[in-house]
């Protein structure tokens, strides 16, 4: 049987996640409601998925959740498919 310790914790997985600070250049949310789109993106490092659009007031929309190695995303009709790790 093995005993664990709090000194046997790596410090690196039990820190918080740092903050996350998202900016965009002036001509940004015009485009956006120019072109009538929204953007979706992953980062494989990060292991984000990121849902950036416009509000209906036509301030900036930012949605981020956190996802163990997400790859790739797929649009299929009105459905929206993201592969990960599980």
């Known amino acids: 049987m093995t005993h664990m310790s709090l000194t046997d914790i790596n410090p690196a997985e039990t ?14 949310v015009p485009w956006l409601a120019e072109q009538n789109i929204s953007i979706g993106f992953t980062t494989y490092r990060a292991g ?36 990960a790790l599980y």
């Open 15 to 28: 820190a918080p996640e740092p903050n996350l600070e998202i900016n965009a250049s002036r001509q940004f």
């Open 48 to 83: 984000k998925l990121f849902l950036v659009g416009l509000q209906d007031n036509g301030r900036l929309s930012i949605f981020e959740r956190t996802f163990e190695r997400c790859m790739g995303l797929v649009a299929r009709g009105n459905s929206l498919y993201m592969s």
